[in-house]
């Protein structure tokens, strides 16, 4: 990292950014370019778990080559000045790079789409569709290296 003073080294922050953050931008390569696409997910213990359909383009992605890169933020605060160079952001971010497996079992299925409920704040015992969990599936995705970076006072 170029700017070693807004590396985040303190593993306990990169985890709360991962766990609390809403929307992870998964990177994946189509015929040699670049496709990102924004999931909901769940992370646990170093890996993030994502509810997805069976069938469309980020699975076909995914079965030619399932190494990943994600980015996660929490929300940015803008500093507004009257000079326009003088503007600053507040933010924490993490990237990073893992390995997805897709999970097709009924209780890895199940754990997985536990972990996602909850962190979007369904409560109580979740009991699911037999049907409905047929027709989806759990992405995993292990993580293999992660950094963070942070600018503004936190």
């Known amino acids: 990292m170029r700017r070693k003073e807004k590396e985040i080294t303190d593993n306990q922050?990169?985890?709360?950014?991962?766990?609390?953050?809403?929307?992870?931008?998964?990177g994946l390569v189509e015929n040699g370019e670049a496709y990102i696409v924004p999931v909901n997910y769940a992370y646990d213990n170093g890996t993030i778990y994502i509810h997805s359909a069976p069938e469309g383009r980020k699975i076909e992605l995914l079965r030619q080559n399932n190494f990943v890169t994600f980015e996660i933020e929490l929300p940015p605060e803008i500093f507004r000045d009257n000079t326009p160079c003088k503007w600053s952001t507040k933010y924490r971010s993490v990237m990073g790079k893992g390995i997805i497996s897709i999970l097709s079992d009924t209780v890895s299925k199940?754990?997985?789409?536990?972990?996602?409920?909850?962190?979007?704040?369904?409560?109580?015992?979740?009991?699911?569709?037999?049907?409905?969990?047929?027709?989806?599936?759990?992405l995993e995705l292990r993580i293999t290296s992660v950094t963070g970076k942070q600018s503004g006072d936190w």
């Open 13 to 26: 922050v990169i985890r709360e950014i991962l766990s609390e953050s809403e929307i992870c931008r998964l």
């Open 110 to 138: 199940k754990r997985g789409l536990d972990l996602i409920m909850k962190k979007y704040g369904a409560g109580g015992d979740l009991n699911y569709n037999e049907s409905s969990l047929t027709k989806m599936i759990i």
